[in-house]
Structures are given as structure tokens and as C-alpha cells.
């Protein structure tokens, strides 16, 4: 833990880790809360499934085209705009009942200004630690946010069901704009200033690393997602069953993000990491028991925080700087489809075959993640006893003497 203390003593990292969390706390908030909000006004679901549907598909979209103008217009103007419009979106929602397509316009302009809030600290943390301390900074961020998967939907739920889904997403959005206002004033963000690239939007998925990570956290995350889905169909709302379970799961991504932080990233470790995920999860499908269900899905955490570490790691080492927002705005956007792809698929199977099915749908989508980085290795990057730093745009040329 001496690696982690000795972060947080350096100076700005404590802050601007708690300044995005605060900022980026209403993604844990705002799914369940629209979701509640739509179904109590309209008395569907399946609307309120649509509205949700249109948000992340303004996100998806959204993800590497604000991180890419972040490079063109600076940070901060980026940050301010996006959270302006997304704050508003948020209110209309909240506060004005309408048809659910118009719902669906509110939410699709809310996802596509959520504020980037992922790919700007991303960008700011190799300019904050040296090197060495960049691998274990990525991880700490990555086990810190499961607080946002942990504390946003057991306070939504509660304050949506016990006092008024309008407030629900009214404190998500103070979230919003307060997190937002504190890591856009930080000073950190004004030292930082992300060249301009000069390729086209979308060149850098032809790096192999980000592509790779891209499509290991678009699997990671699905199979997440179908997770969730099967430990609510198996427990329902009625008990606090689910919530444990799915406390637990991020208690064991927590807790192995903090426990391999600090190890050297070498080839092997995305698939490795995987295959602790892919193990837990296919444990899980052999049994609904609730203690089964905790201890298997503990062992499947442990490695959801330090997979998503190793594919921070291996963009900022192999990505020029000018691309780094850009390249992490994919990252994040593969990883909203797989959410949607997750859900979806885990939908389908428990309709078809009962609880289980959400579990079946989360280890087929665990082993892909876990077979592409062993197949694809030679995409990965050996970062043992590499400076970890992003590439430079610029770089001496040598002039040869006359």
C-alpha cells in the first residue's frame, strides 16, 4: 500500500482523482433513475428502455468525437459546453412530462453531451506522475471508480423509491455540475494543453493497442452488464440479495486493483487478468446460491480493475499525446456498446432459460475477452522496464554535420 500512499502524496493527484469521481458519479445515478422516472410516468419499461437505449447511443457516439475537440478548443471550454448542455438536458428531463419520443431526443442530446470527463483525467495522469507511478495511478483510478457503481445506484434507488424519482435525478445532476465545476477549475486542467492532432477522427484505431483495448473492454464490461442482469433476475427486488451480491463483485475489482497495481505490465497480462474474470463468471453458472454467487463472482472482480488499468496503460505508452483523448473516448465507447450488447443478450437468455441465462451470456463474453489478448498478443505491448509515457508529437531530428 506504500505505492498508493506515496501517489496520493504527490501533489494534485488526491484532488483530481476525487474531482472526477464527484463529476462522473452521476453514471452510476442516471440509468436507474431515467429508468425509474419513465417507467413511474409512462408505466413501461419498455419506454423507459428506449429512452435509456437513445442516451448511450448519444454517448457512444459522443466518446471519441468531445474527447477529440478537447485538442482543437482546450479542456476547459470542452468540459464547460458539455456539461451546460448535458445539465440541461438533465432538468428537462426531470421536470417535464412529455411523449416518450421526445424523452428519447432529451436523452440522445444528454448522451452526447456527457462531459469527457474519463479521457480528459486519462490524458492529465501522465503528466502528474513520473513513469514508474503511472501503471499503479491507472489502477487506483480504475478500483476508485467501482465507489460510482457501488454508492450511485443504492442511492438512486433509495431516494426514487422512498421519496421522489424527480430528486433522484435532480442529485445526480448537482453531481454533475458540482464534480464538474471543481475538476474544470482544478489546476490541473489548465496546465495541461493537448496538441491538436492531425490525423483524421477514428486513424487511431489502427494502433493495435488501443484496438485491442477497445474491443477487450467492450467484452469486459458486456460481460459485467449480463452479470447484473442475472443477479436481479435471480434475486428480484424484493430483498437485498442482489445489492450484496453485486457489492461484493466490485468489492473484488476493488480490491485487485489495489493488490496488482503496482505489477509490471507485460505481455501476458490483459489475457491473464481476463482469464481470472472468465474463471469466476463461468463458476458462477453452476449455481443461483447466494453464497455461491458471492464467492464466484468475488474471484471474477478481482480482475475487472486490473484489466481496465492494463488497457489504460498500454494506450498512454503507445499513443501520441495529440491522440491519447481521442484514443480513450474509443476505449469508453466500446465499452458503452458492450454494455447495451450485454444487457441485451443477458435480456434475451433469462426470458429463454430463466436467471442462468444472464450468467451463460457473461462467460461467453469473459472468454472471448480473455481468448483475443492471448490470440492477439503481438498486439500488446511489453511495458516491463519501459518508461510509461505517451509518445511525443515532436521529437529532435539529427542533423548531420557538412
Known amino acids: 500500500m506504500s505505492t498508493y500512499s506515496s501517489l496520493l502524496k504527490t501533489p494534485g493527484v488526491a484532488r483530481i482523482i476525487a ?4 463529476a462522473r458519479f452521476p453514471f452510476g445515478m442516471l440509468s436507474l433513475a431515467y429508468l425509474l422516472h419513465i417507467e413511474r410516468i409512462t408505466g413501461s419499461y419498455g419506454a423507459a428502455g428506449l429512452v ?7 454517448q457512444a457516439i459522443a466518446g471519441p468525437l ?16 458539455t456539461m451546460i448542455v448535458c445539465a440541461a438536458s438533465i432538468a428537462c428531463i426531470a421536470f417535464i412530462e412529455t411523449s416518450v419520443p421526445v424523452y428519447m431526443i432529451i436523452g440522445f442530446i444528454g448522451g452526447l453531451s456527457m462531459p469527457p470527463i474519463q479521457p480528459a483525467v486519462r490524458t492529465i495522469y501522465p503528466k502528474m506522475v513520473n513513469s514508474k507511478q503511472l501503471t499503479a495511478l491507472f489502477s487506483l483510478d480504475a478500483s476508485a471508480q467501482e465507489i460510482i457503481w457501488v454508492a450511485g445506484p443504492v442511492i438512486t434507488t433509495f431516494v426514487a423509491t422512498q421519496i421522489s424519482t424527480v430528486l433522484a ?10 464534480g464538474g465545476l471543481w475538476f474544470i477549475l482544478s489546476p490541473e486542467v489548465g496546465r495541461v494543453r493537448i496538441p491538436r492532432s492531425k490525423r483524421k477522427l477514428g486513424v487511431v484505431l489502427s494502433k493495435p493497442a488501443v484496438l485491442l483495448s477497445t474491443i477487450v473492454g467492450f467484452l469486459l464490461v458486456g460481460a459485467c452488464a449480463a452479470v447484473e442482469a442475472g443477479v436481479v433476475a435471480a434475486f428480484g427486488h424484493g430483498g437485498p440479495e442482489a445489492g450484496i451480491v453485486l457489492a461484493v463483485f466490485a468489492i473484488g475489482s476493488l480490491a485487485g486493483g489495489l493488490s496488482f497495481g503496482h505489477v509490471p505490465v507485460g505481455p501476458w497480462a490483459l489475457s491473464r487478468r481476463m482469464l481470472a474474470v472468465f474463471i469466476g463468471m463461468a463458476l458462477a453458472m453452476f449455481s443461483l446460491n447466494f453464497w455461491w454467487l458471492g ?6 472482480g478481482v480482475g475487472i480493475a486490473p484489466a481496465l488499468a ?12 495529440s491522440d491519447t483523448a481521442e484514443a480513450y473516448g474509443w476505449v469508453g465507447t466500446g465499452q458503452l456498446i458492450g454494455a447495451a450488447l450485454g444487457s441485451a443478450a443477458a435480456g434475451f437468455l433469462i426470458d429463454a432459460n430463466g436467471a442462468v441465462g444472464g450468467f451463460w451470456a457473461a462467460a461467453a463474453f469473459a472468454f472471448f475477452g480473455f481468448l483475443i489478448p492471448t490470440i492477439l498478443r503481438s498486439w500488446h505491448p511489453d511495458l516491463r522496464g519501459r518508461e510509461l509515457t505517451s509518445v511525443p508529437d515532436t521529437a529532435p531530428v539529427p542533423i548531420q554535420p557538412s
Request: charged content about 5%; aromatic content about 10%.
Open 52 to 58: 435509456l437505449a437513445a442516451t448511450s447511443i448519444g
Open 169 to 178: 435525478i435532480v442529485i445526480a445532476g448537482v453531481f454533475l455540475v458540482g
Open 310 to 321: 492494463v488497457m489504460f496503460a498500454i494506450v498512454s505508452a503507445t499513443v501520441k499525446f
Open 66 to 81: 468531445t474527447s477529440r475537440w478537447m485538442g482543437v478548443w482546450g479542456m476547459r471550454r470542452v468540459l464547460t459546453l
Open 295 to 300: 464467492a464466484t463472482l468475488l474471484i471474477a
Open 19 to 22: 474531482a472526477q469521481l464527484t
